[in-house]
C-alpha cells in the first residue's frame, strides 16, 4: 500500500488536533505523486460508507475507533490513516468508500 502525505483533523476523544493520512492504493506510482510504502503493521479499522460521511457521523468513527482500541488493551501507534477503495463521489450511500485505520501495538 503506499499513502499520500498527512493531513489534519480533530480526534473527538482526545479533543486535540492529530495527524491523519488519506491514502489509496496504488500498483504504479502516477508521476508527480508522493507516494511511500507501509510497512506491515497491526491496525484496528473501521469500514466507512458514503451515506455515514454524508450524515456528518465521521467523527463518531473515529471516536468509537479510539475507544475500541482502550477497551481491548492496545495502545495507539501512529497516526490514523483513510484508505480509499473507491471514488467517493461516485458512490452510492450504501457502499463502501474508506477504512479509517489506526495502527496499534
Keep these: ?3 499520500s502525505a498527512p493531513t489534519s483533523s480533530r480526534s473527538l476523544i482526545a479533543r486535540t488536533e492529530v495527524r491523519v493520512e488519506v491514502c489509496t492504493p496504488v500498483s504504479v506510482e502516477p508521476p508527480g ?3 511511500r510504502t ?8 473501521a469500514r ?10 465521521l467523527g463518531a468513527v473515529y471516536g468509537d475507533s479510539e475507544a475500541w482500541v482502550a ?7 501512529a497516526a490514523p490513516r483513510e484508505t480509499y477503495w473507491t471514488d467517493f463521489y461516485g458512490a452510492a450511500p ?12
Excluded: C, L, N
Excluded at 38 to 45: F, G, K, M, S, V
Design 33 to 35: 505523486v508522493a507516494t
Design 71 to 77: 477497551a481491548h488493551g492496545f495502545e495507539i501507534a
Design 1 to 3: 500500500m503506499r499513502a
Design 94 to 105: 450504501e457502499d463502501d468508500v474508506f477504512d479509517v485505520a489506526w495502527p496499534i501495538r
Design 48 to 57: 466507512v460508507t458514503k451515506a455515514i460521511v454524508e450524515s456528518g457521523g
Design 38 to 45: 507501509i510497512p506491515a503493521h497491526r491496525e484496528a479499522y
